[in-house]
């Protein structure tokens, strides 16, 4: 089974994929931790991805999609996975369509995480993210046990660099353009769930878990 995690920079994808990893027992695919793994590494395709991510820009289609399909292939993905921060534009998600179809697979559900434009500044200004197991925490809304460590794998918490308030600015302008249209996308092929995401973090939960034990129960 593939989901979609969809949703604006800051909506939750990363803090509810966790939920869906565990309740369907699939493997995390986010697109933004693979190229940050890349960048980290200094591999050929971080050099190609920085200046679009420092940017706030959308890397191009070719090399996310090639990026994506190759970690699908692997075994793990044999039965799905949750994708989180990929599909981003139109041509992105009929690739993805493409390559599944040819394995006459489909995917299953995009959910589509809703929250109002206002408190996503305050969301990615206010996040630390574990260096090791990439779970985010807020400040405020989310907080650590304990300052600076990652309550799952006592990794350390850092800002990402392009949570600041230009770069957010950016990221929600690409949003809007280029990554909106696929809710349209989604919903035309009747495969789109749509959550509250302006609730707290396990009221979100909560809702997903009930949609995805009812896909179970129709299966
Ligand atoms: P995304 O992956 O969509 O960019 P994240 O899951 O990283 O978003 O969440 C962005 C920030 O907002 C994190 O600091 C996270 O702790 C916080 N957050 C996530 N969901 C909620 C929520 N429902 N209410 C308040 N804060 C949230
Ligand atoms: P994220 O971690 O999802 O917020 O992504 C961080 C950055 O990685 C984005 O601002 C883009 O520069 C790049 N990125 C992640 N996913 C994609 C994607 N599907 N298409 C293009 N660029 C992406």
């Not at 009929?94 to 305050?122: F, H, M, N, R, T």
């Not at 989310?142 to 350390?156: A, F, H, L, M, N």
């Not at 949003?175 to 009747?190: G, S």
């Amino acid at each position: 089974m593939f989901f979609i995690l969809l949703g604006a920079p800051g909506a939750g994808k990363g803090t509810q994929a966790d939920i869906i990893v565990k309740e369907m027992s699939l493997p995390h695919v986010a697109s933004g931790d693979l190229f940050r793994h890349a960048l980290k590494n200094g591999t050929e395709l971080g050099k190609q991805a920085e200046s679009y991510m420092k940017g706030g820009k959308l890397v191009p289609d070719e090399i996310t999609i090639k990026m994506i399909l190759e970690r699908i292939a692997q075994p793990d993905c044999k039965n799905g996975c949750v994708f989180d921060g990929f599909p981003r534009t139109i041509e992105q998600a009929k690739a993805l369509d493409a390559a599944l179809e040819k394995q006459g697979k489909s995917i299953e559900e995009a959910i589509y995480i809703e929250v109002p434009s206002e408190v996503l500044l305050d969301r990615l200004t206010g996040r630390w993210v574990c260096r090791t197991c990439q779970s985010p925490y807020h400040q405020k809304n989310s907080p650590p046990r304990k300052e600076g460590v990652c309550d799952k794998c006592s990794g350390e918490l850092y800002q990402r660099a392009d949570d600041t308030e230009v770069t957010i600015k950016e990221r929600l302008k690409v949003y809007f353009a280029q990554t909106m249209p696929l809710l349209d996308y989604y919903e035309k092929k009747d495969r789109l769930f749509k959550v509250n995401g302006n609730q707290h973090i396990d009221s979100v939960g909560k809702d997903i878990v009930k949609f995805l034990k009812g896909l179970k129960q129709k299966k």
